[in-house]
Structures are given as C-alpha cells and as structure tokens.
C-alpha cells in the first residue's frame, strides 16, 4: 500500500481519543490531562489566529487562561523537541491565546433542552467543567458548592501572584453563561442532604476533591496550620500573621505554595521539610528555583518528630534525617530513620502540606464502592458503582491536577449525556451551527501511535533555536510574577512546534518521492495537502517518510513485500 497521512484536525474536536484521520500523535497531546489540542492550536497561534486557537482550546477546556498559567506542563516535560534543542512552552502560548483572543468570538450554542437535569456537587475545574459540557449538549444543570464562590483549588488553593483571581472568575463567569445554575454556600449533607440532590435531578456528578487535610501524629500537631486552609485564608484577604520565621512540613506544590505566601505575609525565614530526597521532590522544577530565589531553605529526607509549644502555640519543630520511607495501598507511612539524624529549629508558625483526603459522609448511604484510599472507584466513563452517580476530579482519581480535573469532568459529562440520553458517539466535534455534533464516522478503530524522537527523520529540517522566554519578575508580593508572552513571541514560539505525527503540509514528501507518486493539493480552505495521486506506482522506498519533517506518514506494505 502507498503512504498514509496522519492529518491535523480541521473542525474543533470536543470529544474522540482516537480519528481515522489522526492514526500518530505527539506526545505532548499523549499525555494532556486535559486532552488539548495542542499542535492545532500552536499551528494557529503560529499564523497569529489567537480567535480560532481559542475555539479549539475551549472545545476541550473551559479553563485555558488557568491552565496557560499553572498547568504542571505534562506537555513540555514530553515534548519531542527537549531532545533537539529544548521544549515549546505551551503553557505559555496557551495563556497567551487566552489574552489575546477576542473572547465574543468562542462562545458556543447550547443544543436544544433535552428535558434532562443533572446536579453537581463541587464547584471546582472539575466540576464547572462538567457543568460547561452538559450545559451545551442542552442539560439543566445545577452546581451545589460549599464555598461563597465556584472555582474549587483555582480560586482558594493557588496564590494571587500565580493565578489572579480575575481570570479565574472570568473563565467560571463564561460558564455559567451557558445557564448552568449555582447554589453557593451550600453543602450538601448539612445544607441539603444528599438524597434531596439526588431525588431532584436524573443524574448526579459527585466533584467534591479532597477538602480534607492530613495532619501527622506527632506531638504539638494541633498547633499547625493546615496548608490549603493558609492558602484559603489568604486568597480570601485575609493575610493571617505567620510571625518571623515559618516552617513548612512537605515538599509538593502545595508546600512551595505555602512557603512562598509565608515570605510574601512577611516571614523573613522559611524552612521546608520534605521525606523526598534532593532530585526526587513532587514539586515543579520552577518551584524549586523559585524557592532558591527567595531563600527558602529545603531540608530533604527528613519528617518531623514533635511540635514544640509556648503558651498554646508554635515554637519549634524537632526533625530527623530518613534514609528510606515507604506508603502501603492505604496511604500509610513506613518510615527507616538515619541514627543520630536528630534536629531542631526554632519557628513561630508550622504548617502541614502532608496530604489530602475525600470527605464522603455526606453520601454513606449512596451504596458506591470506593478504594482503600476512600476515592470512588469510577469506569472509563466516571461512572461509580451507583445508577446514575458519577464522580470527576480528585474524589476520584486522588489529588491530581486542574488539568486532570478538567479531562475528568468532560469525560464525566458525556458519560452522563450517553447515561440520559442514549447516544453515544465515539467522536464529538464543534458543528458549523457551533453546537456539539456527534460524528462517530470520524472515529479511528485504536489509539493513535505516539511518535517518538528517534522516528522524525527529517529533523535536521529545523534549525536549532532558544524558546521565547516570558517577561517574569519576582515582586515580593501578590502581584503576579509572569506577564506572559507578547503576540509576537507566542507567534515564534509557536513556529517551533514540530507538529509530530501530523502532517502540516510542507511538501517535502512530493519533493522527495523518486516516482512522481505524490501531488500537493492546494485546498479552498487555504492548507496544503499531499496526496498519493500514482498509488499503484508506488515503489514503496519510504522517501517520504523518512524526508517528513513531522513522523506524519505511515505505510502498509503489501505482502508481498513481508515475505
């Protein structure tokens, strides 16, 4: 068989994990969370398209200008391109399609009202995601959240200086323009019970995270502040006094985000101490070097072993050096202490950012089976184990990511549409009438293959460049540090993009091919598109494939050429 091309997609795609047209992918849309569709959206950034890059953004997430800022980067740490030069930041260009697209243009129609409602309980990414989705595919819907405000760990769990909160209750604003409705201020189990919930709608999605926090059984722990409710506290306004010097116990994103809220409330020394060893930390890289700038001093292998108090509160903290730790399937700790690794420091705040748990009384009686760990056991499509119970986020899959809470709601939205409705495509796109359209004919019959380094022959194609570097200044406060990329850096930076495993139209392949087998077509829609115009005077040499810049093409040989 001639060559196959694995094509970029040309209408929005909301739902579909697998395109007959898209048979090889990247590994940066591989491992999304939020399942982006990153090289269409960096191809039209690439040409200055913020507008239509945003369409394609929001077909999958209604958060990009919360994920271009505090997304992990699962992306980048996979890009191809890190083993060439360095990665593309998509972060940064998805933040940037986010300030630079007219927001008017994106809007999406609602389909008609199916009679349907379903309740959500949890105001977070996962959610308002869930909530956004259902909305359009024409669902009432209802988000019961506990909180006076929606936005879950985006609203009260990320420092100002990170995640302003304008643009996260500008995202939560555009979703509730869908008509999905909210009931602040409400838990469920002491506001309204869940039963109530579940008797006033068809299908429930249970969205509540993991707002429990862990302490550790050491004594003086009642004297620590809980790190989510510090960083709550602060997000409100609140600014509690931390005193001179302040000791954070974990060293994950939470930790970082406490320590660094610590300095700017104004504690002149912050210490962290962390069970990871130095090079093994759960924390981003950019964590780290921010925490060297500020002068926030890092004790690795290490857990504390007493809380010292003065007239009821903090005053120091006794640690030791581990040389081993272990976790068993129930979260609990084993710990193999160096001898003789005994320390102290003096403080005059302690906080813990040593976990989180799920909160379920509220839905005992629901009869929905859930891990060792207390998280609901959910299928493919975040169905528990109860008729019509759904469950998305952290409560689910364990404390995660808002990118991970985002796929998870929309995977539970169209779970639940499929549960109400009985349609089930396999693929979902953004219709020409700008609703969701089911067209399970664009479905492939398996997962796209992830296209590795080693198979983009034509890589010496790019010349080797420095990624576009955002203007970012440490102010010492909650201003926020990073103003992002101009338009005209997101446009370079977006040109660096290899769009592994899809083809971009470059040409090359026509060029190459020794039997005039290939043609570039020029299409109404203004791409190229090589096409196999000679297919039975194919040689089957794999010029083509082994000249394509992208890893976009694949082959069939015919048997008689196996044998």
């Known amino acids: 068989m001639p060559p196959r091309y694995s094509r970029e997609i040309t209408m929005p795609i909301v739902m579909g994990d697998s395109l007959k047209e898209q048979f090889r992918t990247s590994p940066c849309e591989h491992f999304c969370p939020a399942g982006n569709s990153i090289q269409k959206m960096q191809a039209l950034v690439e040409k200055g398209e913020f507008a239509e890059a945003l369409r394609y953004l929001l077909a999958k997430n209604p958060f990009p200008g919360v994920t271009g800022r505090v997304c992990p980067h699962f ?3 996979n890009c191809n391109r890190t083993g060439y030069d360095a990665c593309v930041n998509t972060r940064a260009l998805e933040r940037a399609v986010y300030d630079f697209a007219p927001r008017k243009d994106a809007h999406f129609q609602r389909r008609p009202s199916t009679g349907k409602s379903v309740g959500i309980i949890g105001g977070g990414p996962a959610g308002l ?6 909305a359009l595919l024409g669902h009432d819907v209802t988000v019961y959240e506990a909180n006076p405000v929606l936005g879950g760990v985006a609203r009260y769990g990320v420092p100002d200086f990170r995640l302003p909160r304008d643009v996260v209750d500008r995202e939560i604003g555009w979703i509730l323009e869908t008509g999905v409705r909210a009931r602040v201020n409400t838990m469920v189990g002491r506001d309204i019970s869940f039963a ?21 059984p050491i004594p003086g722990a009642e004297t620590a502040v809980k790190a989510v409710e510090f960083l709550r506290e602060a997000a409100l306004g609140l600014r509690p006094e931390v005193g001179r010097r302040v000791v954070v116990m974990g060293g994950g994103g939470v930790g970082f985000d406490a320590a660094f809220v610590a300095r700017r409330l104004g504690a002149e020394e912050v210490h962290v101490i962390c069970l990871e060893r130095a090079g093994e930390m759960r924390a981003p890289e950019e964590d780290l070097i921010q925490a060297a700038e500020e002068g926030i001093q890092i004790h690795n292998s290490c857990t504390m072993s007493a809380i010292r108090t003065a007239d009821g509160k903090a005053a120091g903290v006794d640690y030791f050096e581990v040389q081993e730790c272990r976790f068993d399937e129930k979260g609990r700790l084993t710990l193999a202490p160096v001898e003789g690794g005994e320390h102290s420091l003096d403080c005059d705040t302690v906080i813990f950012a040593v ?16 891990t060792p760990r207390n998280w609901i056991v959910v299928n493919k499509e975040q169905a528990s184990s109860a008729e019509g119970i759904f469950a998305a986020g952290d409560v689910s899959a364990g404390p995660a990511s808002i990118a991970g809470a985002i796929g998870d709601g929309r995977r539970a939205a169209f779970g639940v549409h499929a549960w109400l409705t009985g349609e089930k495509s396999r693929v979902y796109v953004i219709g020409e009438d700008n609703t969701i359209v089911a067209r399970d004919d664009l479905a492939g019959t398996k997962e796209p293959y992830v296209v590795p380094m080693e198979e983009i022959y034509g890589i010496l194609q790019y010349e080797k460049t420095e ?13 926020e540090n990073s103003t992002g990329y101009t338009a005209e850096q997101a446009m370079i930076e977006a040109a660096r993009c290899m769009h592994c495993g899809h083809c971009k139209g470059c040409g090359t392949c026509v060029d190459d091919c020794p039997g005039y087998v290939l043609e570039l077509k020029h299409l109404d829609n203004g791409l190229d598109r090589p096409e196999v115009a000679h297919g039975d005077e194919c040689w089957h040499c794999a010029n083509c494939r082994t000249s394509c810049p992208t890893g976009a093409i694949g082959f069939r040989f015919p048997l008689r050429m196996q044998v």
């Open 75 to 77: 992306c980048q740490s």
């Open 129 to 134: 995601t869930a909530a956004y989705f259902l």
């Open 196 to 216: 109530d919930v579940r008797a006033a709608h068809d299908a429930v999605i249970v969205t509540t995270g993991t707002p429990k926090e862990n302490s550790l």
């Open 355 to 370: 976990g989180m748990k799920t909160d379920l009384g509220f839905m005992a009686e629901a009869g929905v089976e859930l």
């Open 467 to 479: 990624p576009q570097k955002p203007a970012c200044i440490n102010h010492m406060d909650f201003t």
